[in-house]
């Protein structure tokens, strides 16, 4: 089966540092998506990894290891506007591509 | 460039009703997926379809739900005799290919009551 795990929640503070782990077993894995949800909106993309190591985008980044089934996403110098579900998905090849999500990590940042 | 575009926003249905949902993919892009959330829930897949072809819709309830992609027009889920269950918001995405990153409409709030 496919399985991915994520925190529920996690809160930090404006300015600060946060890391969102994901786990995952899954058969025909073809890479790792973080998105962004805000309450009420659709998901938008955040990173992509498909070889271990870190990617790195402005405040973002998303480490893989596919030995170990592990991603983290890591936010820097967080703003209020952070404040949303971070979900962690993995595409598998199934036959045919398809991308399943973990539940989500409902991120508060406080002042 | 227009995104991923669903109608309608919002989609109220007694029980024993159909809902259907339309989602017309990005401009060049052939592959749409269907997913449903529940609130604070993930997204649970639901069906993966190509240009008249079903290639995935093994998260899809054998009963009462089917999809389609039409040559031309919208894809289309429809959901038939709706329970309260069926409650949920239902996402559209959409991608050139099979293995790029998915671009996600703005899903359909459909209530059942």
């Known amino acids: 089966g496919q399985n991915i795990d994520q925190p529920t929640e996690m809160t930090a503070t404006e300015g600060a540092i946060v890391q969102i782990n994901c786990t995952y077993q899954?058969?025909?894995?073809?890479?790792l998506f973080w998105y962004q949800q805000h309450a009420g909106e659709a998901p938008t993309f955040l990173s992509y990894?498909?070889?271990?190591g870190l990617e790195e985008k402005g405040r973002f980044s998303s480490f893989l290891s596919r030995s170990k089934g592990y991603s983290y996403l890591l936010l820097k110098e967080l703003q209020m506007k952070d404040s949303a579900s971070y979900l962690c998905?993995?595409?598998?090849?199934?036959?045919?591509?398809?991308?399943?999500f973990g539940a989500g990590t409902r991120l508060f940042v406080k002042a | 460039n227009a995104g991923v575009m669903q109608n309608p926003r919002h989609l109220v249905r007694r029980r024993g009703q159909e809902a259907r949902l339309r989602c017309s993919p990005m401009?060049?892009?052939?592959?749409v997926y269907w997913y449903r959330q529940l609130p604070e829930e993930g997204l649970k897949f639901m069906v993966y379809?190509?240009?008249?072809?079903?290639?995935?819709e093994s998260g899809m309830p054998k009963e009462r739900f089917s999809a389609e992609f039409p040559k031309e027009g919208p894809s289309i889920l429809r959901i038939q005799q709706v329970v309260r269950g069926d409650s949920a918001a239902y996402f559209c995405?959409?991608?050139?290919?099979?293995?790029?990153?998915?671009?996600f409409g703005s899903g359909t709030q459909l209530s059942v009551l």
């Open positions: 998905a993995v595409r598998v090849n199934t036959g045919g591509f398809k991308t399943i």
């Open positions: 899954t058969s025909g894995f073809n890479g």
């Open positions: 995405a959409s991608s050139r290919t099979g293995d790029e990153k998915l671009f």
């Open positions: 379809l190509q240009k008249e072809n079903i290639i995935d």
């Open positions: 990894n498909v070889l271990d």
């Open positions: 401009k060049g892009h052939s592959h």
